[in-house]
């Protein structure tokens, strides 16, 4: 068939198109595609991007189908084109619409095998990665709040043929550390192989970049450059809530770049099932790979932050002063270095001595201290030391007197301290509360008449509340 004929040919499905959609659907899906050629039964049109293959076979297959079939004949094979590069004809792919997915994976499938670097699509050019140099695994501090993260991001950016933990879904409470530890696994595929396509982007970014590209006509432009990803760092994910145009192009970007076998990571202040105003299919797709907590820094933690942070800083600060940091300062690791950046301040400008009493005047200003909660076991420990007992025998049924007086106390001490009711503490005892009311009240009355054993009980409750 002649090139004229052809495209007569194509003129005329398009003319059908048009009586069987949307004045809009038309535009923005048939409109942009151009009829190459048509041989042996075989017709090539040149599409924008694979996005449009995509689009195309999931929302119009049986309407181009019968159209072709119609103008072309029973036995047509269709074929699109489309450019990997923009404007690149030497990076063009041809895929027949029976499997578009599978010979595209065929195909970067023998790329990867060709290369050394498991993500080289050996094409492309590399990108600004926007990653923080000093959110490094080396500046990381790692303990048993965050040990399995840390090991899996550090699995991937060793061995990223690794598919197991992709995508990888971190999330955690504002401040313990989300940022750093997905920056981290960037730089080190970037160190391990140089040529690789790394992109760390916000939610926030990613929506404002496709909100332009829309108000500008070019989202297939941004579709494009966001499947050419090789891994995709996108942190805060919850802010894309509520974004259903921005969700939607981003379950196609996503689902091209798994296909591939492309890495992608997200954090979130949630787990998947918790996030709100996202589309299911997409919080579906968040549940495919590993899905990981970072919980709130424990003590170490926090104590290994401080002790790194001044030394960057090149700061002398005494163990009690970092030891009473850690025990106060206990929800965020952004809250710790914030402390160490108070007290250089403190130090440098006004020359200043690093105490504890300035380190307490430094967090009052900045956050909230945060006292030991008081549990009942927190007092049936503390008794149990002043008294150098065992704490199973305020459990037990022992009637000595060391004994019966110190499980009094622990009774008078879960009332007063750690406001549980009576029954409550009669319950954890094996005793009724009637019981624990009696005990209580002999508490107050020795402490009225015996001095040494009132100054007992100011030392336990001391101990207590520290």
Known sequence: MSEKQHITQWNKCLEIFKDNLTTEQYNAWFAPIVAVDFVDDKLTLNVPSEFFVEQIEERFYNLLKATLKRVFGKSVKLYYNYNV????????????????????????????????????????????????????????????????????????ATDPKCKTFNPLFVFGSTGVGKTHLIQAIGIKIKERYPRTRVLYVTARL???QYTTAVRTNKVPDFINFYQSIDVLIIDDIQELAGKHGTQNTFYHIFNQLHNQGKQLIMSSDCRPSDLDGMVPRLISRFKWGMTV???????????????????????????????????????????????IVSLLAHATMLNQD???????????????????????????????????????????????????DARQLLMYFAKNEAQLSSTNIGVRLSRNHATVLHACKQIEQRMSVEKKFHEEVLAIESAIRQ
Do not use: W
């Open 293 to 339: 907590e970072l919980a709130k820094p424990d003590y170490e933690l926090r104590r290994d932050v401080l002790t790194m942070k001044a030394s960057q800083d090149g700061l002398m600060i005494a163990d009690e002063v970092l030891d009473f940091i850690a025990q106060h300062v206990t929800e965020s690791i952004r809250d710790l270095e914030g402390i």
């Open 85 to 156: 590069v923009k404007d690149d004809n030497e990076s063009g792919v041809t895929v027949q619409d029976q499997a578009p997915s599978t010979a595209i994976n065929n195909r970067l499938m023998q790329q990867q095998a060709a290369s050394s670097n498991p993500f080289d699509t050996g094409e492309l050019a590399d990108i600004d990665p926007q990653l923080n140099p000093r959110y490094t695994f080396e500046n990381y501090c790692g303990s048993m709040s965050n040990k399995l993260a840390v090991s899996i991001g550090q699995a991937i």
């Open 354 to 404: 690093i105490t504890v009493d300035l380190a307490k005047a430094v967090i009052a200003n900045a956050v909230r201290i945060n006292k030991p909660q008081i549990t009942f076991e927190l007092i049936a420990e503390r008794v149990a030391s002043f008294y150098n007992i065992d704490t199973a025998d305020l459990y037990g049924k022992s009637r000595k007197r060391e004994i019966s």
């Open 206 to 208: 990613f929506e404002n």
